[in-house]
């Protein structure tokens, strides 16, 4: 499974629109790139998936380039209640198996 | 639909005790996953099954066992517990139609500590 690299952490302010950058370097024909959050004292929670070029649902937008070596995870407008660790994976194969980073802290302030 | 259950929610272990976490997902879903989180660290898988009937190693096995009870229940064992796996464990589960990724249901997690 391909190793993702994204930033340890990121600051905004509410209404912000956030970028999160992640680079998959290796990443092989068959994988996909997710995205999860993971707020204190929880599991995570799947955000966002995609192949290629842009995904976009009610959370979230997922950017991905022609080459597919990297992504950006764009949270629109974020507010207090975004403040988490994002994870970006790179998954393939049968078994759906998934390997974490450490991720990124997006500190929300006021 | 509970989702993703997990039990025990917390438990403190001296060494060398064993425990069973337990885990159970109501989504009919065909794979099931065992990870565990130390503190500031990305979670690390230990074990899945793909399948009811299968089970295989993820990252970290050593120190574990687990059972596919039924498709519905994955169980996670430490014969003798060190203070090495104080953690916090989630138990995960996912359709895995094989079509495309599927996404992965968390429960909310077993805080274990071994004294």
């Known amino acids: 499974l391909a190793k993702t690299t994204q930033p340890i952490s990121m600051d905004s302010y509410e209404g912000q629109e956030v970028n999160i950058t992640c680079s998959h370097n290796n990443i092989a024909t068959n994988d996909y790139i997710t995205w999860y959050q993971q707020f204190p004292s929880q599991g995570p929670r799947f955000i966002i998936q995609?192949?290629?070029t842009k995904v976009t649902n009610e959370v979230a937008s997922l950017f991905i380039p022609a080459d597919r070596k990297s992504s950006t995870l764009s949270l629109p407008r974020v507010s207090l209640s975004d403040t988490a660790v994002y994870y970006c994976?790179?998954?393939?194969?049968?078994?759906?198996?998934?390997?974490f980073g450490t991720g990124t802290l997006l500190a929300v302030q006021p | 639909n509970a989702g993703v259950t997990q039990t025990p929610k917390f438990q403190v272990l001296k060494t060398g005790q064993s425990m069973t976490l337990q885990c159970a997902q109501d989504?009919?879903?065909?794979?099931m996953y065992w990870y565990r989180q130390d503190p500031g660290m990305g979670l690390r898988l230990i074990y899945y099954?793909?399948?009811?009937?299968?089970?295989d190693k993820g990252e970290v096995p050593n120190g574990y066992n687990v059972s596919r009870l039924n498709k519905r229940e994955f169980s996670l064992r430490l014969e003798s517990a060190a203070p090495s796996q104080t953690s916090v464990y989630f138990c995960?589960?996912?359709?895995?139609?094989?079509?495309?990724?599927?996404?992965?249901?968390f429960g909310p997690g077993t805080r274990l500590t071994v004294l």
């Open positions: 995960a589960s996912s359709a895995n139609t094989g079509s495309s990724y599927n996404e992965q249901f």
């Open positions: 099954s793909a399948s009811e009937g299968t089970t």
């Open positions: 994976l790179v998954v393939g194969g049968a078994t759906n198996k998934l390997i």
């Open positions: 989504m009919n879903h065909n794979s």
């Open positions: 995609g192949y290629k």
